[in-house]
């Protein structure tokens, strides 16, 4: 398997140089699945979000990727990277509930995009999601940049979504505030 290489010489290296704080480390789950959530500052994030986890859990992380990402080939993503394909959202979702179902770990950005002139807000998969496949979710707030020494991550506590008289779009509105207020107490 190619993924402990891209591990070792990419993503521990990079990082070390990058990430200069990660908090709650201690909150991530070491024996059951779980879907990562974060807010989305740039397009390196999946590595940062990438690097405590396969620090603590050494196990594949699948991110979500959309066609743009796809020029090495779709095994190559699949396998070596352990991407999803973002080709069509109804295949994406039942993809990811599946890999939630096998007891995968899948992160996800709710934002959709990085891009500042995007609409920020969080959509509602993530806890559509969580509800449908009984899996919590890990929140965590992201402070990126391309600087040396000047990202950081704070990891939350594990989130349990259930149907309830509270709706889908307002839980997905708590998770947002969780997640920005993790980032904002990042220091």
Known sequence: MVYPFFKNLLVFPYCRLQIRKIKGIKNIPKKS?????SNHENRIDPLYLLYPFLRRLNKKIHFLAQPKLWFLGEKI??????????????????????????????????????????????????????METKTPILPI????????????????????????????????????????ALRSSIG
């Open 33 to 37: 699945n779980f879907i990562i959530t």
């Open 77 to 130: 993503c699949r396998q070596w990277a352990g991407c999803i394909p973002l080709f069509n959202s109804k295949q994406s979702y039942a993809e990811i509930k599946e890999y939630l179902k096998k007891g995968k770990i899948v992160a996800l950005f709710p934002q959709g995009s990085y891009k500042k002139e995007d609409n920020n807000k969080f959509k509602t998969g993530v806890i559509r999601l969580a």
């Open 141 to 180: 707030g992201i402070k990126s940049s391309y600087f040396p020494f000047s990202s950081a991550l704070n990891i939350g506590k594990l989130v349990y979504s259930k149907k309830n008289k509270k709706g889908i779009e307002a839980q997905t509105a708590d998770l947002m505030k969780y997640v920005y």
